[in-house]
């Protein structure tokens, strides 16, 4: 069911794997990557309102789209509706297709300064936030949220209620709370009652299930268990875009090394034709390299070289001679299980790092 088209608004989706808006991730080259390996649909990583109206440099750098990608949604955050809608306008006017309104952000200063998760502890202020960005744009529409603040003040039904009253045409629910670490297991109950919640009062809304999704079984067991009508996947797509090719039913979630090799080499070629051939763009390939690793057996010592990558040439090369070092039909995870890799690879164990991962808020 996941493998099957999903009309949001005016948009044919190829599929319902979609991925998620990820900040200091989501660029040109990796959305390019996860596209063309099938991804339903892909977000430029969370932009702040405020930002954005101010007109800051590095908010709109973060515009950029290549022309390969026909359909390609945005994500905003702001504290209040004057603010949202105005950003919607802005980004309806930049030819989005479709723009998703962020209400779940943990992140200590962006909840602080009353942006991402700091709206689902006010119903009426996210319902009034929702109805004006409907307003400003006739594209379709989301919002993402979470199962509520605190484990002890859960309210994703009366916030799904809300968004699906004021309009949006798409809902994402991530399984946790707030002030959930990833240590915490996402909830397929909390996600399912939203969908509910969602559907009594629009029956034609999607919903979308997010959270724990590290492979094609993970998000086939999300879409049964919630009745969702599709999935988002957040960190299972670091550095494994295959994932998302196994979700459309077109291929394994692991690739062979001679996949690998070839998806990787693309991705630098990508990442090269946006960044440059410098050594500031292959710092920024490091992380990529470093998450591309994970999976592969005897891999510390490549880990190593990949963190200290200082020329886009270096990287090509590092990648070949890793590739042509396991026989070629190797394939990924042959001797060592996903859960065993998930529970020890620092990939998935983010929540520190991701105080650090957000962009520019206030347009300074
Ligand atoms: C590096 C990173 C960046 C993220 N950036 C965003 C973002 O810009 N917008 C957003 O809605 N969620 C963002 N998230 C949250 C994820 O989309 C997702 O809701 C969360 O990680 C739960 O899914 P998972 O358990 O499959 O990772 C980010 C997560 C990570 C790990």
């Known amino acids: 069911m996941l493998d099957t088209p999903l009309q949001l608004g005016s948009l044919e989706l190829p599929n319902r794997g979609l991925l998620a808006p990820l900040a200091g991730v989501s660029d040109v080259p990796f959305r390019r990557i996860c596209q063309e390996l099938g991804a339903g649909l ?41 603010r949202v809608g105005a950003a919607v306008r802005v980004l309806d006017e930049a030819r989005f297709e479709t723009i998703d309104l962020n209400m779940g952000c943990p992140v200590r200063k962006v909840v602080g300064s009353g942006n991402g998760s700091a709206l689902l502890r006010d119903t009426a202020r996210l319902e009034e936030i929702v109805a004006t960005a409907r307003a400003a744009t006739t594209r379709p529409l989301s919002v993402k949220i979470r199962l509520g603040f605190t484990a002890n003040t859960i309210n994703v039904e009366a916030n799904a209620a809300a968004i699906a009253r004021a309009g949006a045409d798409l809902l994402t629910i991530h399984g946790r709370t707030r002030d959930d670490s990833y240590a915490v297991r996402v909830s397929h109950p909390g996600i399912a009652a939203g969908v509910k919640a969602a559907r009594a009062v629009n029956p034609r809304i999607l919903v979308i299930g997010n959270g724990d999704i590290m492979s094609s079984a993970d998000a086939k067991r999300m ?14 797509a670091l550095g494994n875009p295959w994932i998302f090719r196994a979700i459309a039913g077109q291929g394994d979630d692991d690739p062979t090394i001679v996949e690998w090799k070839e998806i990787v080499l693309r991705h630098l070629d990508y990442h090269t034709a946006h960044y440059g051939d410098t050594e ?27 963190s200290l990558v200082a ?18 039909d190797f394939r990924r995870g042959e001797d060592r299980p996903r859960e065993a890799v998930v529970s020890s690879d620092p990939k998935y164990q983010m929540d520190r ?8 808020l206030d347009g300074e």
């Open 311 to 328: 020329s886009m040439e270096e990287a090509r090369q590092l990648v070949s001679d890793f590739a042509r070092s396991l026989p070629s």
């Open 223 to 236: 879409q049964e268990a919630t009745g969702a009508d599709g999935i988002m996947v957040s960190r299972g």
């Open 42 to 82: 892909t977000y430029v990583e969370m932009l702040a309102a405020i930002a954005l109206l101010r007109g800051n440099r590095r908010t709109h750098e973060m515009l950029a789209r290549h022309e390969s990608e026909c359909v390609l949604g945005v994500q905003v955050t702001g504290p209040d509706a004057a």
């Open 280 to 306: 500031m763009a292959a710092r920024l390939t490091r992380k990529h390299l470093l998450w591309y690793a994970s999976g592969f057996p005897h891999v510390n010592r490549l880990r190593e070289r990949f």
């Open 353 to 360: 790092q991701l105080d650090r991962g957000v962009g520019t």
